[in-house]
């Protein structure tokens, strides 16, 4: 798994991509100060300044048009948990379009100038010749705004994934408003946000807690509805993505005092659901204990509340225990005996 974390890296190194028009005033802007001390005595320096500048500015758009591609990880040697959660929040496809729409730019704008420097070449208006190089330029940037804004909003947004590691990792999953954030924010360091409302969070979240010296990362889903997989949204299936993706043991919590608005019955459904359909090792746990609608149900692993704190150091150590310790590497016994 330790390349997930590796890979995750990468999204950091993506710089912000600028707008068209960032681009082209820097290109401009560069191009306009290569004429600064050139003296303009005659008609061959007059070509040789007007063929300069439009050379400057097309090789500043074509450096910054390639170093924007450059940035961005090729998706299929992503881990799978990266590519679907890119796929779900962007869509893989359309960033791979909009990275091909800009290595076109790039390469029309490298083709065009040097059609135009032979057109500046002997030209009795060199000037008039660079500046319509310059509007085809600006038209062919400005066609590619919309692929900069998405893979601005893609970079951003692949910037903020959680960053998973190669840790013994516990999923909290279940029903909207159950309290899997309040639980999330009593045993980690993490401070997600918390509100009576379902679909409170909208996309995973991670916090950290240390037993027994060992580190685990606790990872927050959004809610999950009882309902078939083509009908969820963008927010469930994200949820769905941690339990697809990940090594992990689930927590499924549940709201047995039907607090958060969802009937207990649907609520042992999904979790029964989510137990079937991952193969990942889990328990069922009723939250809210402290509330007095509040009762016990059957098919449930324990009972815990975060706003008492009852029960949950004794389901820490249950989820400890359920977590495989990692294997310590293989080493040569020593031939001596010491
Ligand atoms: N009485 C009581 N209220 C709780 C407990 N745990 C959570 N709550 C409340 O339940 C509501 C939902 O809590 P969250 O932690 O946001 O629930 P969630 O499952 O993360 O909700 P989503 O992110 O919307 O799926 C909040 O008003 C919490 O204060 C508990 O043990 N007892
Ligand atoms: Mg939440």
């Excluded at 710089?15 to 061959?44: H, Q, V, Y």
């Excluded at 300044?49 to 299929?76: G, H, Q, V």
């Excluded at 045993?187 to 950290?208: C, D, M, Q, S």
Aim: net charge negative.
């Amino acid at each position: 798994m330790i390349h997930i974390w590796v890979l995750f890296m990468i999204f950091e190194k993506i710089k912000t991509i600028p707008t068209s028009e960032e681009l082209l005033d820097k290109a401009f802007r560069r191009s306009t100060r290569t004429m600064a001390g050139k003296k303009i005595d005659g008609p061959t320096s007059r070509c040789e300044a007007n063929e300069a500048m439009l050379l400057t500015a097309a090789n500043i758009l074509t450096d910054n048009l390639a170093n924007i591609t450059r940035m961005f990880p090729n998706f299929e040697s992503l881990s799978p948990f990266y590519y679907d959660l890119a796929n779900i929040l962007i869509g893989v496809d359309e960033i791979k379009k909009s990275l091909s729409r800009i290595d076109w730019a790039s390469s029309k704008i490298h083709t065009m100038a040097r059609e135009y420097v032979g057109k500046i070449r002997g030209n009795p208006t060199p000037g008039d010749t660079r500046k319509e190089a310059f509007g085809r330029i600006s038209s062919i940037i400005n066609s590619i705004e919309p692929d900069l804004k998405l893979l601005g909003d893609a970079r951003n947004i692949l910037r903020d994934l959680p960053d998973i590691r190669d840790e013994p990792t516990i999923i909290v999953a279940g029903y909207p408003n159950v309290g899997k954030s309040s639980f999330v924010s009593y045993v980690t360091n993490a401070t997600p946000e918390i509100a009576p409302y379902p679909f409170t969070t909208k996309g995973i979240l991670i916090g950290h807690m240390v037993v027994n010296n060992i580190r685990y990362q606790v990872i927050d889903t959004p809610g999950l509805l009882d309902r078939p997989m083509s009908e969820r949204n963008d927010i469930e299936l994200q949820a769905i993505t941690a339990l697809r993706r990940l090594d992990a043991i689930v927590v499924i919590l549940i709201d047995p005092s039907e607090s958060c608005g969802y009937e207990i019955k649907d609520q042992i459904k999904l979790a029964k659901e989510i137990q079937a359909q991952f193969t990942l090792p889990s328990i069922i746990i009723g939250n809210k204990s402290d509330r007095d609608e509040f009762r016990k149900v059957d098919g449930v692993d324990g009972f815990i509340s975060t706003k008492t704190g009852d029960g949950i150091d004794d389901l820490v150590k249950r989820l400890v225990e359920m977590i495989p310790l990692p294997e310590k590497e293989f080493e040569e016994p020593n031939p001596f005996g010491y």
